[in-house]
């Protein structure tokens, strides 16, 4: 700016400007803003250092130490008082740095971010509660499905009128006895709801040598494959919207969960749950390449693209997957927790309370 103080009179300011590769309004001086500065202003509505000092006197004196200024002021005013407005009255407060809460506030909470990576089925287990209505309006059946991370398999589902610890303890308790998953093998991923965060079922958990992760409170992308079932459950064509009753949906449950596991699954090259879970990924992949083969044998002009490979399932699965873990972040590192049960056939437990 020094420069254009100093620029000859014959020489535009504009192209000054763009010779210093400066914006033309900064070539001119805010005397608008200068003369603010200079001369301050005072409002003439404002109290005076006086009618101040009185209105915090109000404000400190022991009738009022507890009192909210809309207290103050309608009481005042109900005196036949009338010294300042409420806005003002928080005005002079925070002015003051004594406009803040009485007490103690709980800092924002920082929860983890959680990280799984699976390799093989049994290694972590999702799980979540929805709600299913009855023919009775604002009476809701409770659902608890547990999903296999790896293989989308429906490991174990109940159906109940309650929602609450003691029934998920009970299904955990079937249904991995009826896996026969040994301790220290499985991961369970969970929200933050009432059953997932009581005392009773973290000290079954525990006892039964199971490692427990949770979704940050609000974020349902934590827990994207037991949320994506579930839509996958109430946009089945033969899900009836609403359920007479317990044994209603029960029996429904036990038609759809057999079929939801024996189901081509997108998510794993068209493979079904049970071809994941019980390991027939192989057998199943050589079969349709087989029939692969021999329609390219027949008609190769129809693959543009050459011979074609039957895609297989993902050999990794992972909740929020990361390259390197953060500090402070949850990484369950493919393989750490090898599996040590034989994934059986025999269908679902048979939980129904």
């Known amino acids: 700016m020094s420069a254009l103080s100093t620029l000859p009179a014959d020489v535009p300011r504009t192209g000054a400007c ?56 309608a009481t005042l005013l109900s005196e036949g ?38 390799t093989a089925p049994n290694q972590a287990w999702t799980w979540d509660i929805t709600k299913l209505p009855t023919l009775t309006r604002g009476i809701y059946l409770s659902l608890y499905v547990i999903l296999d991370l790896f293989s989308r398999y429906v490991v174990g589902w109940m159906v109940s009128r309650k929602e609450n610890a003691g029934l998920a303890k009970h ?21 933050r709801g009432s059953p997932m965060i009581a005392h009773t079922f973290i000290e079954l958990m525990s006892d039964l040598g199971v490692t427990r992760s949770y979704s940050r ?31 209603h949906a029960r029996g429904w449950g036990q038609t759809f969960f057999p079929y939801y596991n024996q189901r081509p699954h997108e ?26 083969d021999t329609h390219y044998r027949a008609h190769p002009e129809r693959y543009v693209n050459g011979h074609p490979q039957v895609a297989r399932p993902p050999e990794q699965v992972a909740i929020n997957p990361v390259d390197a873990a953060p ?6 590192e493919p393989g750490a927790f090898a599996s040590t049960s034989t994934p059986v056939s025999t269908g679902l437990p048979d939980i129904a309370i």
């Not at 896996?179 to 991923?189: E, F, Q, R, T, Y």
């Open 18 to 73: 763009q010779a210093l590769g400066i914006p033309r309004h900064w070539c001119y001086p805010d005397t608008r803003r200068r003369t603010r500065a200079q001369s301050p202003k005072r409002q003439p509505r404002a109290l005076t250092p006086a009618q101040q000092a009185e209105t915090l006197d109000h404000l400190h004196s022991p009738r009022f130490e507890d009192a909210a200024p809309r207290q103050v002021y």
């Open 81 to 118: 008082i009338r010294i300042a407005s409420i806005s003002t009255m928080y005005r002079l407060l925070r002015a003051h740095a004594e406009n803040r809460p009485r007490r103690a506030q709980r800092p924002p909470q920082q929860h983890v971010k959680p990280s799984l990576a699976v």
């Open 171 to 191: 299904l955990f308790s079937r249904v991995i006895a009826h896996h026969c998953i040994a301790p220290g093998s499985l991961i369970v991923h969970q929200d």
């Open 217 to 247: 409170p609000r974020v349902s992308n934590d827990n994207p494959f037991s949320e994506s079932q579930f839509k996958t459950l109430k946009f089945s064509p033969s899900y009836p919207g609403r359920f007479v009753d317990a044994d």
């Open 267 to 292: 998510g794993l090259a068209l493979f079904t749950p049970a071809d994941v879970f019980e390991d027939r990924v192989d057998a199943v992949s050589a079969v349709r390449q087989t029939a692969l």
């Open 327 to 332: 500090a402070g972040e949850l990484l369950i």
